[in-house]
């Protein structure tokens, strides 16, 4: 499967957001998205997630035109800014919720995905009381636990620690394994480079000329 990109461009209150990005991700790759703040990167993620609509331009996932011949991605995870939940479930119980949304997993693929991003599935705090390194552990979890074919990432080590960046990282490299196309925004510059098979820049909504391809051979 892969992600088409041609010739998107959003103009919000007559300003342009994005101009004129055109990109192609295929399924196995993480790909990162590196930027100033304001430079468009969030943005391209709303508009891959179907959150937007371009103003110009289409998104292609696999042959079906998004915003056409569907309202979301089929198979995607998304994590774009602050995570939320509700506050007086615990964190089991607010992705049980939303799992139940699709049907497609069950109590132990919700508790085995907490665990692999160093969550206690039994833990009886309410999501209110989680530190902002919890909350950002249960956003990604969120994002991950269906195993999407389209798994899209704002920031996703903000808030965590030493062993939650490895444990994420972890995840990260498995889904790619298993034939995800992983979608990352990081201001972190050697996160981005380690995670990354490419990675594009954006500034001021342009996509600059040509993707920095990592050799990670030894």
Known sequence: MQIEINNLSKIIRGIPVLEDINLVFKSGNIYGLRGKNGS????????????????????????????????????????????????????????????SLKGRINDEKISDTLEKVGLNPEDTRKYKKYSLGMKQRLGIACAIMEDPEIIILDEPINALDENGVALVKKQ???????????????????????????????????????????????
Request: negative net charge.
């Open 40 to 99: 468009g990167k969030t943005m391209l993620m709303r508009c891959l997630s179907g959150l937007i609509l371009p103003t110009k331009g289409r998104i292609l996932i696999g042959e079906k035109e998004l915003g056409k011949d569907m309202a979301f991605p089929e198979s995607i995870g998304v994590l774009i800014e602050n995570p939320s939940f509700l506050p007086n479930y615990t964190g089991f119980k607010n992705l049980k919720l939303l799992a």
């Open 172 to 218: 990260l490299i498995e889904l790619k394994k298993n034939g995800a196309i992983i979608i990352v925004a990081c201001h972190d510059k050697e996160e981005l480079e380690f995670l990354s098979d490419e990675i594009y820049e954006l500034y001021d909504g342009r996509l600059l000329e040509g993707g920095v391809t990592n050799d990670k051979t030894p």
